[in-house]
T-cell receptor, first 112, second 116 residues
């Protein structure tokens, strides 16, 4: 069975400071991992995905995530937050089935 | 129009009404999905269609009735809903199903449904 846990429901940062959104997963199989972002009144947009080619994955808008098998983690980071990064972020896992298992989301607030 | 579109964006309905949600994808994908997004809960997969055939129904009550007339269009027909059905309903599509684990799903903006 697969599951994903987003450790923080809310994260607040100041503009220009680093962002860290934490995600831990559980999977009996070699997982696929994704981060999606949802801006207010918008659908989910893919930020990045782990495809086993490289453990450090770079995505859009300066975000990246590192797959750490020993820690079963796939945390999302960005060196410098921008006001436009304020949104809800979802960590997603899928394994040998075709279902995407979504985390409960982390709401990122960015203060000027 | 590009990507995945959904109409209406907002819908308010009474418990005795019948309404339909519409989804259209302009990506040439063969699989389409309905999800329910409720506050403080993970996204819940409701239905999956592949090549216009329903391939998954995740124990969804019969008051939700999906329809996929072709690979570009997906409907969700609603009747005698309950207030707890109020949520954001998201449509998504992917290239194929069973889905390549490394291929993502593309999401529409959702329909915000309120049941009074």
């Amino acid at each position: 069975a697969q599951s994903v846990t987003q450790l923080d429901s809310h994260v607040s940062v100041s503009e220009g400071t680093p962002v860290l959104l934490r995600c831990n997963y559980s999977s009996s199989y070699s997982p696929s991992l994704f981060w999606y972002v949802q801006h207010p009144n918008k659908g989910l947009q893919l930020l990045l995905k782990y495809t086993s080619a490289a453990t450090l994955v770079k995505g859009i808008n300066g975000f990246e995530a590192e797959f750490k098998k020993s820690e079963t983690s796939f945390h999302l980071t960005k060196p410098s937050a921008h006001m436009s990064d304020a949104a809800e972020y979802f960590c997603v896992v899928s394994g040998h089935t075709d279902k995407l298992i979504f985390g409960t989301g982390t709401r990122l607030q960015v203060f000027p | 129009e590009t990507g995945v579109t959904q109409t209406p964006r907002h819908l308010v309905m009474g418990m005795t009404n019948k309404k339909s949600l519409k989804c259209e994808q302009h990506l040439g994908h063969n699989a389409m999905y309905w999800y329910k997004q409720s506050a403080k809960k993970p996204l819940e997969l409701m239905f999956v269609y592949s090549l216009e055939e329903r391939v998954e129904n995740n124990s969804v009550p019969s008051r939700f009735s999906p329809e996929c007339p072709n690979s570009s269009h997906l409907f969700l027909h609603l009747h005698t809903l309950q207030p707890e059905d109020s949520a954001l309903y998201l449509c998504a599509s992917s290239q194929v199903y069973p889905r390549d684990p490394y291929n993502e799903q593309f999401f529409g903006p959702g329909t915000r449904l309120t049941v009074l």
